[in-house]
């Protein structure tokens, strides 16, 4: 067991500059890049068989609704959604992955007022652009503008669904 060899991934910091040579950051600020490197979780414990060893993941800083938003009640699933739609935090998120994400967001603002009363166009939509946004994100160069763009798109996913949970657990609540 003794001389059992660990595989390892590449060190996070050979990741980090790995990053920075294909020009990830190049649309950053120096304040932006700074958040953008603090952003990272740097390690992780895990425990094997024979012992424990230190892992290291990267997970970057994305936008989230605000909290006293997240846990309001509304009267309807498209206020809710409005409001959670209007109320995102973009702090340390890049500029390049903003423009994409705030349009995004725009965009299914629009599509949500436009369909209030019939919810299930905007999520089959949404589905739709983000079948296609994935396909993007699966070819060798990805700019800023597509990734901001494709996380926007899992938010409004995420808000639409928690949205019907809500309404579901009202419902619940009221049968009781």
Do not use: W
Not at 6 to 11: I, L, R, V
């Amino acid at each position: 067991m003794a001389n059992r060899k660990y595989n390892y991934n590449s060190d996070p910091l050979d990741e980090l500059l790995e990053k920075l040579n294909s020009g990830d950051f190049a649309d950053q600020s120096m304040h932006e890049f700074s958040n953008t490197v603090k952003g990272y979780n740097t390690s992780k414990r895990s425990r094997g068989t024979s012992g424990s060893y230190t892992r290291s993941t990267y997970s970057t800083v994305r936008p989230r609704i605000k909290a006293d938003v997240e846990v309001a009640s509304f009267n309807s699933r498209y206020e809710q959604i409005i409001a959670s739609l209007s109320n995102i935090v973009y702090d340390n998120y890049a500029a390049g992955k903003k423009d994409g994400y705030q349009q995004a967001i725009d965009r299914y603002i629009q599509m949500t007022t436009q369909y209030k009363n019939n919810l299930l166009h905007v999520e089959q939509q949404v589905a739709s652009d983000l079948e296609t946004c994935s396909q993007k994100m699966n070819t060798i160069t990805i700019d800023g503008y597509t990734q901001g763009y494709y996380d926007a798109l899992t938010m409004v996913k995420k808000v639409l669904h928690n949205s019907k949970l809500a309404r579901l657990r009202e419902l619940s609540n009221n049968l009781k």
